[in-house]
Structures are given as structure tokens and as C-alpha cells.
């Protein structure tokens, strides 16, 4: 079950799939996804398991097949580093959906050179402004405007969910503070940047197939 919160009047969607949802642009926000991060560890002599690419894929296909999608937005750090086939394999899959336009705001991760991303069908900006005033980036912009809020990925937010039990759980979260409101990282093979609920802030777990805002 998705959580709806309202920036500047416009509806947005925060799903258990880790992204955001905005109806009324059919768009879906993606941070920090991390393709090849397990194939740079394997070409670095780590042995870690192959990315199980297609079942990857598949999460995202899933969320642009069921919402009806035109545009989904990748709030930075979409490849993990250099180039490997990992790349060449998720343009490939982009190429499914010649009716969806993609878009990379680029992060500290995204080091391909530019003549490999010139030759995607993703556009590479460093924000993209929505009409309502909602500035999207890979992380928050200084000194913005008054009345923009600004959605943004990096930190990979987390929160410690008490259940009962006494059992505790660390898992990803969507975190709003003051005017930016912060994506879990999509990746799976990312950690958490563990954030405190405090009265300034508002913190959206995501437990299981829902996603439930934290009381205290």
C-alpha cells in the first residue's frame, strides 16, 4: 500500500517499491539503483554472485506496465561505476518501451564518459523541474528557490522499526525534512544511511508490501 503526500498541490506516491509515483506526469523516480556495482566488485576480484539482471529489470518493468508510465526520472547513481556489460545489457532493456521517456539527473556514481550516455536513450540533465514547483535531483540543491521542494536520492535513507516482540528491524525509507524529501535507495546492494525520527521531520517506512509513516 503506497502513502500519498502532497507537495505544492501535486500528488505524490511513495510505494513500497522504493520510488515515488506522480500521477499526474505518469512518472515514476528512481534513486540510486546501482547497476554493475556487482560486476565492478567481480572485475575487482571480489567474489560476489552476477547480478541477477532480468529479475532487476523486471522490477521496474512491472511498475511502468502496471501505472501506466511516460517518463521515469533516475535520481543519480544509476551505474555503480565504469563501464561494464551490465550497462549494455540495461539498454537493451530500456528499449522496450519506446513510448517512455527516461531521464538521469547525474550523481557522484554516474563516471560513465559521455560518448557512452550520448549513445542512450536516457537524456542527462543536472535537475528536472516539474511544473508544481518540484525541483528532482541526486542530492538537494543549495540555496533553493522559496516554495520549491526539491526530491532528491544519495543517502540511501533507513530507520529502526521497533515490532513486537521486542524485535527490531532496520529498513529503507523515504524521509522528509523542512523542503526535501529524500528516496531509499532502489538498489538492493546498497546500505542505509540510518535517520532518527524527530519532530522536524517525517520518516515513511517501507514494511513489507506498504509503506507507513513513523510515529514519535
Known amino acids: 500500500m503506497a502513502k500519498k503526500i502532497v507537495m505544492n498541490g501535486l500528488e505524490i506516491y511513495l510505494m513500497p517499491q522504493k520510488v515515488a509515483y506522480i500521477p499526474e506526469h505518469e512518472m515514476v523516480v528512481v534513486s540510486d539503483w546501482h547497476i554493475g556495482k556487482l560486476g565492478h566488485f567481480r572485475k575487482e576480484g571480489l567474489f560476489v554472485p552476477p547480478m541477477q539482471l532480468e529479475e532487476e529489470f523486471a522490477r521496474l518493468a512491472i511498475l511502468i506496465r502496471d501505472l501506466q508510465i511516460s517518463h521515469v526520472v533516475f535520481l543519480g547513481d544509476l551505474f555503480h ?3 561494464n556489460y551490465e550497462w549494455d545489457q540495461f539498454q537493451v532493456f530500456l528499449l522496450r518501451f519506446p513510448h517512455v521517456n527516461f531521464t538521469l539527473t ?6 560513465l564518459p559521455e560518448s557512452i550516455l550520448q549513445e542512450s536513450v536516457i537524456q542527462v540533465k543536472d535537475y528536472v523541474l516539474l511544473s508544481a514547483g518540484i525541483v528532482l535531483s541526486h542530492e538537494p540543491i543549495k540555496n533553493l528557490d522559496k516554495g520549491l521542494y526539491n526530491i532528491v536520492g544519495h543517502i540511501h535513507p533507513g530507520c529502526e522499526v521497533a515490532l513486537r516482540g521486542r524485535q527490531y528491524y532496520k529498513l529503507p525509507c523515504f524521509y522528509w525534512e523542512d523542503e526535501v524529501l529524500t528516496l531509499p535507495a532502489f538498489g538492493r546492494w546498497t546500505g ?22 513513523m510515529k514519535g
Request: proline share 0%.
Open 106 to 111: 547525474l550523481g557522484n556514481h554516474d563516471v
Open 81 to 83: 561505476s565504469v563501464w
Open 192 to 213: 542505509l544511511y540510518m535517520i532518527s525520527k524527530r519532530q522536524e521531520n517525517r520518516i515513511f517506512a517501507i514494511v513489507g508490501d506498504a509503506v507507513v509513516e
